[in-house]
């Protein structure tokens, strides 16, 4: 028997931000790229996956505000947000990150407790999801000022110049990751490096607490049941309540609502114990539209998951090729040449009886140059001409023919290894020129061996 328990996202219940002259309102549209994406990513059954479809959406919108032309045409294509200009994006985005991340202020009122008290029940009920932006540059890159401001009005992106060839630059970025996912995700660079010349990050981080919480005391070991057909013993949690559940074409799904209900998490289970079909939109609006609470026991295990997945490949199937080469048009935010090199996502995630706490951070990165991969293969390993020629005068200097090379006495592995010698080749002596010679010569000097010998 196989349960395995999918984590799709902590999604706002109600999001009102459906623009009035547009067939697909960008709400619907962010949702449904959000599965493509993730069906991409999580496409290894037995591969335990964490990832923010909205941080990667975010990082990338702030992308399209530098593109233009193709770049721009094929980003915009693969996301589905062709019908909409630049700024109506800018706005839904600034719009949505300000409803995640309200929090109503904190007011103690003592005749409902003590302040430590009121804080609490205040921290339990109103979970915290921050969003943040940066843009690094090297210093003298030259960046639109029209991109900047973009960036800082719409996004509240940190936007500074750094040396990415030094240790100090690199911890600066490290720090920021560090700060915003509030330790969860410690570093996204390993090292300096000279080549970067631009580095744009959004981190969202998230930390909730069930409404209905589970108890420590009920936590027991338990069988979980794996993919391969193993079970494993784990920490399983379980509690008691009304829970809103639903039933779609491949699952059985249950949603635990956080604080007051604001933020969720939707678990989808397989119907079939044998399969493992892929997630869809349509579940999961089936899951969250659900007004189904049956009173129930819900067991769940204690997890987490960290990952890092590269979004490169990915993004080029949809579609977004230009981005990526040197011919990419980033006209609107630079007038440098070139495009991007690296975009990738690390998250992590902890569920526990208390709740949740989950970070990602996606990375987009360009570099001065990276080197192209190969076309094909110019093996030189057999017999040559060659000439040295001056490129000016086209004058021949000198001309060649390499019929063979001395036989190097390092094995493939680079061990090196002691001569060894055939009857017919022991007493072969060679000039100083390499010729063979017929027999070892009275006095001179010559070639024996490999080692230079003087009589």
């Not at 045409?73 to 200009?85: F, I, K, L």
């Not at 799904?253 to 114990?273: N, Q």
Request: aromatic fraction near 10%; proline fraction near 5%.
């Amino acid at each position: 028997m196989k349960k395995i328990l999918i984590l799709i996202g902590l999604l706002i219940t109600s999001i009102n931000l459906m623009s009035q002259d547009s067939t697909q309102p960008l709400e619907t549209i962010y949702q449904k790229f959000s599965f493509t994406l993730f069906n991409k990513v999580a496409d290894d059954v037995n591969k335990n996956v964490i990832l923010s479809p909205l941080s990667a959406q975010i990082a990338l919108s702030m992308l399209e505000n530098g593109a233009a032309g193709k770049t721009l045409s094929e980003m915009q294509e693969a996301m589905g947000t062709s019908g909409y200009d630049m700024e109506k994006v800018n706005v839904f985005n600034q719009t949505l990150t300000k409803q995640l991340t309200y929090r109503p202020p904190f007011v103690w009122n003592p005749q409902a407790g003590t302040e430590e008290e009121c804080k609490e029940e205040y921290e339990a009920a109103y979970p915290i999801c921050e969003i943040a932006n940066a843009l690094w540059t090297r210093f003298g890159t030259p960046m639109r000022d029209n991109f900047i401001n973009n960036l800082n009005t719409y996004y509240e992106a940190e936007t500074s110049q750094v040396d990415f060839g030094t240790q100090e630059g690199i911890d600066q970025i490290n720090d920021w990751v560090s700060d915003k996912t509030h330790q969860l995700i410690p570093s996204v660079l390993n090292e300096p490096n000279d080549d970067i010349w631009l580095l744009l990050a959004n981190a969202l981080y998230f930390k909730g607490s069930w409404s209905i919480p589970f108890s420590e005391d009920d936590t027991h070991v338990e069988a979980f049941h794996l993919a391969d057909g193993t079970s494993i013993k784990v920490d399983m949690m379980q509690v008691s309540g009304n829970f809103k559940t639903a039933t779609t074409q491949h699952f059985k799904t249950i949603t635990l609502p956080y604080g007051y209900g604001d933020f969720s998490m939707t678990i989808f289970l397989p119907i079939d114990e044998q399969t493992f079909p892929p997630l869809t939109f349509d579940d999961w609006q089936t899951a969250v539209s659900s007004d189904n609470k049956p009173y129930l026991l819900f067991k769940m295990p204690k997890y987490s998951i960290e990952g890092k997945y590269d979004l490169k490949d990915i993004l080029k199937e949809f579609g977004i090729t230009e981005a990526f080469e040197t011919t990419a048009d980033f006209s609107n935010m630079t007038s440098k040449k070139g495009g991007i090199d690296e975009i990738f996502q690390c998250g992590k995630i902890i569920v526990d009886e208390n709740g949740t706490e989950a970070a990602a951070v996606t990375v987009i990165i360009a570099y001065d140059c990276i080197p192209p991969e190969p076309d094909e293969t110019f093996a030189i390993d057999r017999p040559f001409y060659f000439t040295i020629e001056n490129n000016v005068t086209h004058m021949i200097l000198f001309m060649g023919h390499m019929a063979y090379v001395q036989e190097t006495n390092k094995s493939p592995n680079g061990i090196t290894n002691q001569p060894v010698m055939s009857p017919t080749t022991r007493h072969q002596a060679y000039d100083l020129c390499g010729r063979r010679l017929l027999q070892i010569p009275q006095k001179g000097v010559y070639i024996k061996d490999g080692k230079k010998s003087v009589r």
